[in-house]
């Protein structure tokens, strides 16, 4: 009877959950085509080039090959053989799950490459917040650096982008400290944090211990120089890979045509809408479009209804290959494993 109720109140949350992801979504959707001809939209979109739209793809699995190998480089001291076969799958499936449920496949990528790889849940979940620590400081500092590449004020133009820079700042650099407390003074950091917190509730207190060791486990795999300056490295190539496949969205819809694009363009469009990929809504449906169609009019001055569809002609293109790949991993390439590679329902959930 407990467990009935144990899990009817987890079933709860969950729609909860999911119910306020999607209604961000709605709410972003409208705001990015609000006064939009969307007759137009879809004539813009169908009439885009095929080949742009290939190398645009093509773009997209090499940022996502390059995430691979930077997830390898961190695993490194866990386990230097990792295969990128496994990690590659491992990613693509948590982004395929990620664009029905936000952040559900980052604990769908660890389990994967952890039933795969044989290793540790704690210790896939410790790499994967490695990864996505690196990627909001990356995203911090690809933002700062649009800043100086742009002649114009970003921060006037687009305001909301300064206050959300300075939280994000504040934000970022406790967790920071929170890490390196935890790594440099683990058993006197980590007894007194779980000491205050059990006061409050021993649920909680439970649930951030758990966290604490994945974050210990996580970054103790990231050890070295020559580890540090690679993943350092590949985090560079995959912020210049995920610029040039923004450069190159202006080509599918012909927009150089309209007015001259350039690669630093393609950073800064980047670099800004990447921020609506952060906000949890399904496969980052609405807050990116929203995002992406702002700095396309507001900055680069592209008509409203040309820079909703290249933010819709990107979006759909990333939505529907991550979910296909993500299928191809799962039913073809999953089936053709051992049975101890396999990984159920049960095991997503559970973790």
């Not at 007759?39 to 997209?60: H, K, N, P, Q, R």
């Not at 866990?78 to 559900?104: E, Q, R, W």
């Not at 120089?225 to 599918?252: E, M, P, Q």
Request: net charge positive; glycine share 8%.
């Amino acid at each position: 009877m407990t467990s009935d109720k144990v899990q009817n109140s987890s079933y709860l949350k969950s729609i909860f959950n999911y119910g306020i992801s999607a209604a961000l979504a709605v709410i972003f959707l409208y705001i990015a085509f609000y006064n939009v001809n969307l007759g137009e939209v879809i004539d813009l979109v169908s009439g885009a080039s095929i080949f742009w739209i290939i190398i645009f793809t093509v773009s997209v699995f090499m940022a996502h090959i390059i995430r691979a190998i930077r997830w390898k480089v961190i695993l490194h001291t866990i386990k230097p053989d990792a295969s990128l076969k496994h990690l590659f799958g491992a990613l693509m499936i948590g982004y395929g799950v990620n664009c029905v449920t936000p952040k559900l496949g980052e604990i769908t990528r660890a389990v994967f490459l952890g039933k795969w790889e044989n290793l540790s849940r704690s210790s896939m979940f410790g790499t994967v917040i490695v990864e996505r620590v690196i990627d909001v400081i990356s995203l911090g500092i690809a933002v700062l650096v649009s800043a100086f590449l742009w002649r114009e004020s970003l921060y006037q133009i687009l305001p909301w982008l300064g206050s959300t820079l300075y939280f994000g700042g504040v934000m970022m650099l406790g967790v920071i400290a929170m890490i390196y407390l935890t790594i440099r003074f683990k058993e006197k950091f980590y007894g007194v944090i779980i000491k205050l917190f059990s006061r409050i509730s021993e649920k909680w207190a439970d649930k951030l211990g758990y966290i604490f060791e994945m974050l210990t486990e996580g970054f103790a795999s990231l050890k070295g120089t020559k580890n540090y300056l690679f993943t350092i490295f590949l985090t560079i190539v995959l912020l210049l890979v995920y610029a040039l496949g923004s450069y190159i969205g202006f080509f599918t819809l012909y927009m150089n045509e309209i007015k001259h694009v350039t690669f630093e363009m393609g950073w800064v469009l980047m670099s800004i809408a990447a921020i609506g990929v952060v906000i949890p809504t399904p496969g980052a449906t609405g807050s990116y479009h929203a995002i992406a169609k702002s700095t396309l009019v507001l900055l680069f001055g592209f008509g409203e209804t040309i820079s909703a569809a290249y933010a819709f002609l990107t979006h759909i293109i990333s939505y529907f290959l991550f979910i296909f790949t993500a299928l191809f991993i799962f039913f073809v390439f999953n089936k053709n494993q051992n049975n101890i590679f396999k990984v159920s329902e049960s095991d997503i959930k559970n973790s």
